[in-house]
């Protein structure tokens, strides 16, 4: 039984070992050569936030050209001038970062991220070029990011349970394996919670959700954070506070008559087009007045816009993707 558990913690530790020895090479080789990719460019991963002169490659060596011959000279030759000035290659054939590479700078929020260079060697009048292929590995380093500190809500009384409003959304420029995965309310309550839903644009839907009548004379408010966490190892999150008020049942809240609205427009729309009229009622006299939430604001405002007092959405620009979420 001894002899048992000392081999066992012997595989343990040298299991150990071997995965601290991983994390060290890892560590000291940022980037590695992977051979040729389907258009035969010399292909390489290389870790973002690698410090000035991290070395990429051994180019001259990968492309079959001797090291040593000093009449040899390199030059990087790209039309993108933003990813071409992260590297550099020297006489000797190695290409190095000559700035710090930032993937969620070059791809934010994109699954992959690559950078193409092409090399060219000059040897007296000949010149040959080496194509190569950069495939920058993301790391987590972005929390996610909410765009203000504090929201609220105010709810009537008698708001029937089920799914309420839109909460915000916080943003994480890390590739979608390191970017937002969830949200979650702190602490956890028996009267509100939140629903999470993929769109297809690849955006999630954040909702408040009610899950029982709310008594005013019990709790007339409650606070909450908010926390987005992201899928990076270690996690990290990004939170907002949100305090929801109840109000008494005269001052009670616009709603709309549904709680989505879907609208097709065609690809060629010119701008004021119509594209839907949405419609919210309130209290007997009061005023309605729409708009777009301020992240709706931000991101799509070029392209649509929403009459305050009629609640039509119009097209200002062309549209470029297959769908749109706007929240109102
Ligand atoms: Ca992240
Ligand atoms: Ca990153």
Redesign the pocket.
């Known amino acids: 039984m001894q002899l048992e558990m000392l081999a066992m913690e012997t595989s343990a530790k040298r299991f150990v070992v071997v995965l601290l020895m991983t994390q060290l090479i890892a560590r000291h080789h940022p980037s590695s050569a992977v051979r040729t990719d389907a258009d035969g460019r010399l292909r390489y991963l290389l870790t973002?936030?690698q410090p000035v002169d991290t070395l990429v490659a051994n180019v001259a060596g990968d492309a079959g050209l001797s090291t040593d011959d000093g009449d040899a000279r390199y030059v990087l030759i790209n039309n993108n001038e933003q990813t071409t000035r992260l590297f550099r290659i020297d006489g000797d054939g190695l290409l190095r970062t000559s700035d710090v590479v930032?993937?969620?700078v070059l791809c934010p929020q994109q699954p992959a991220c690559s950078v193409l260079l092409d090399a060219a060697v000059q040897r007296g009048s000949d010149v040959r070029i080496i194509k190569i292929h950069i495939e920058i590995i993301?790391?987590?380093?972005?929390a996610p990011l909410f765009a203000e500190p504090e929201t609220e809500f105010h709810l009537a009384e008698p708001t029937p349970p089920g799914i309420l409003f839109p909460l915000p959304v916080a943003a994480d420029?890390?590739?979608p394996l390191?970017g937002v995965i969830g949200y979650r309310l702190s602490p956890e309550s028996d009267v509100f919670g939140v629903r999470v839903q993929n769109l297809s644009t690849g955006d999630l839907d954040v909702r408040l959700v009610l899950y029982r009548l709310l008594d005013r004379q019990r709790k007339d408010r409650y606070t909450f954070s908010l926390i987005a966490f992201d899928g990076g190892q270690p996690q990290l999150s990004g939170s907002i506070v949100v305090k929801i008020f109840v109000e008494e049942v005269r001052q009670y809240l616009p709603r709309f008559d549904r709680s989505s609205y879907e609208a097709q427009v065609r690809e060629n729309s010119p701008a004021g087009s119509i594209v839907i009229r949405l419609h919210a009622s309130a209290a007997p006299r009061a005023t309605i007045i729409y708009s777009f939430s301020r992240r709706t604001q931000v991101i799509y405002g070029t392209v649509f816009a929403i009459n305050s007092t009629t609640g039509i959405i119009t097209l200002l620009g062309a549209v470029d993707r297959a769908s749109y979420n706007l929240s109102v």
């Open positions: 973002e936030q930032d993937r969620d993301d790391l987590n380093d972005n420029p890390d590739s390191n």
